[in-house]
């Protein structure tokens, strides 16, 4: 059985940090295209980032909201089959439920239940 897990979510201050972990199982992690997806209320949801399989010769390759970068930092651990986000100086704009996503070479995809960020004073 495919599971995707998000864990690390709750309220912080504006100028906090948080780090975001997604915990998969029943799926072949290190092929996987990996990304972060968040969607606030009322709004779609957005890319956030993505790390993409790593290939022998080229390694992954990793890609940022232009509304993160420089903020956010994402990573994989292959062997733990797990994601992570990393969230710095968080503003109240980045306030959603955050989704991690699986998708492999076949184009099959797989989402977590969402954590909850909320950046407020």
């Known amino acids: 059985q495919k599971e995707i897990a998000e864990s690390g979510g709750g309220l912080v201050q504006p100028g906090g940090s948080l780090t975001l972990s997604c915990v998969t199982s029943g799926i072949t992690f290190s092929s996987y295209d990996m990304s972060w997806y968040r969607q606030a209320p009322g709004k779609e949801r957005e890319l956030v980032a993505e790390?993409?399989?790593?290939?022998?010769?080229?390694?992954?390759?990793?890609t940022y909201a232009d509304s993160v970068k420089g903020r956010f930092t994402i990573d994989r651990d292959n062997g733990r089959s797990t994601l992570y986000l990393k969230m710095t100086n968080l503003k109240p704009e980045d306030t959603a439920v955050y989704y991690c996503?699986?998708?492999?070479?076949?184009?099959?995809?797989?989402w977590g239940q969402g954590t909850q960020v909320t950046v407020s004073a």
């Open positions: 996503k699986g998708q492999n070479w076949a184009g099959q995809s797989y």
């Open positions: 790390k993409t399989s790593p290939l022998p010769t080229a390694g992954s390759r990793t």
